[in-house]
C-alpha cells in the first residue's frame, strides 16, 4: 500500500503543518501552526456502472496501474465539481465508449486501504447500454461485453469488482 500524505505544510497560508487533535476532535490531525486551519484526509471516491444490454454488460481492461491488465467494470475517481451518478457516467464513457443510462444504485463498497493509501468508497449503478460503440479508451487496453457465464473472475482488478459483479447477478436472479 502506498503511504497515505502526509501534508508538511499548509494549503491556505503555506506554514509548517504539525499533528495535533483540534478542539472538539478526538483523532489526531494535521493542524496548521499559523492560522490552525484543519487538512483532513478524507478518503477516495470511485464511480462506476455495471452496463448492460441484451444480457450481457461491460467490462474493461486496466491498461494502467494498479492491477494492470485486470478486467473490471468502467469505474474511475469522482471529480470535485460532479454528483456520483455524473462521475459514473462520464467514466463509463471515458473508458468505454458506451452512453448509458443509469437505472439505480447497485451498491457502495468501502475499504479501509486501496493502491494509493487511506480508505476508498466505490459507488455503483446499474446500467442500460443505450448507444455509443464499444471501445478500449481512456487508460484501457480493452474493452468486452461478456455474458454472466463468461466473467473471468480469476481475473478481476479489485474486491470491488468481484463484489459488485456478484451483487448484479443476484440483482437478476442469478446468484445465489
Not at 462520464?90 to 475499504?111: A, F, I, P, Q
Request: glycine share 10%; aromatic share 10%; with cysteine.
Amino acid at each position: 500500500m502506498a503511504p497515505i500524505l502526509d501534508p508538511k505544510f499548509c494549503s491556505r497560508c503555506g506554514a509548517p503543518m504539525s499533528k495535533a487533535v483540534p478542539a472538539g476532535d478526538s483523532r489526531p490531525r494535521h493542524v496548521c501552526a499559523t492560522c490552525s486551519f484543519v487538512h483532513y484526509l478524507d478518503p477516495k471516491v470511485a464511480c462506476g456502472t455495471i452496463a448492460e444490454i441484451d444480457g450481457r454488460f461491460a467490462l474493461i481492461e486496466r491498461g494502467i496501474d494498479p492491477r494492470k491488465g485486470f478486467w473490471s467494470f468502467p469505474c474511475g475517481f469522482m471529480e470535485i465539481d460532479e454528483t456520483t451518478e455524473q462521475a459514473a457516467l462520464r467514466e463509463t464513457k471515458e473508458e468505454t465508449g458506451l452512453d448509458v443510462r443509469l437505472d439505480g444504485h447497485l451498491g457502495t463498497y468501502s475499504y479501509p486501504d486501496n493502491f494509493y493509501g487511506g480508505a476508498i468508497v466505490v459507488v455503483v449503478y446499474r446500467a442500460t447500454i443505450l448507444g455509443g460503440t464499444l471501445k478500449a479508451d481512456d487508460d484501457c487496453s480493452d474493452a468486452k461485453m461478456v455474458t454472466p457465464g463468461d466473467v473471468p473472475w480469476d481475473q478481476l482488478a479489485f474486491k470491488s469488482s468481484i463484489s459488485a459483479i456478484q451483487d448484479w447477478l443476484k440483482h437478476k436472479g442469478l446468484g445465489p
